[in-house]
């Protein structure tokens, strides 16, 4: 039986090690999505080889029809924080993306995304992936038991800040299983002490989203991507963390 806490499904240890087992093929899957990322290759090719690699590795597009979402992959470049659609848009040098992929494997999801530069990018640019990627390790680092969900938002939220750049506040992060979105949210702000306690058993995505610019946000003209509201570039990075009697587990690294 799933036991819940405040609407949290809890995971048991069996169905965190099919979850691992699920991670470790989607982290493979995206590492080989990032080696084809350069300047000429269209945005709708890295959907096709996205396709093909669930294929090979026997698990199923996690993302593709829901909410009628049209892809399996979400490539979001530049001022995209999110959902952006494969397209016939050309990568060019100078650009960064942010690939986002979901699968499922034996009945459980699996989420990841990682953000990255399309030849050389600026300095700054480089910087903002990276203070984004740093506040997700930081994030995880908090991810133990008795610590709560605030302490993982005001971690990140505190990190990006001080950097200069902005969280974006209106999407967030979000628990994970036998369905791709569960309770609880993960939001990438928040105050210490405050929200749900982390207890063995939880299972979540932990995803910052950051912008060089302003946090405010607006859809895109595809109706699906969110884009930064002033065109400023955005970075975002996601993995999933489970909150184990031995301590936090890591799902999707690469």
Known sequence: MEKKANKIVLKTQKEIEIMVQG????????????????PGIRTKDLEKKARELIKKYKAEPAFLGYD??????????NDVIVHGVPSEYQLKEGDILSLDLGIKYKGYYADMAVTV????????????????????KRAIKKTRSGNTIGDIGNTIQRYVEKRGFSVIKELCGHGIGKELHEEPQILNYGKRKTGPKLIPGMVFCIEPMVSMGSERIKKSEDGFGYRTLDGSLSAHFEHIVAVTKYGRKVLTLI
Do not use: D, F, Q
Request: with cysteine; aromatic share 2%; proline share 9%.
């Open 68 to 77: 009628n979402y049209p892809a399996v992959l979400c490539t979001s470049v």
């Open 117 to 136: 530069p399309v030849g050389k990018v600026p300095p700054e640019v480089l910087r903002l992936i990276k203070v984004t990627k740093k506040a997700l």
């Open 23 to 38: 991670g470790r093929i989607l982290a493979r899957i995206m590492g080989e999505l990032k080696k084809e990322v350069s």
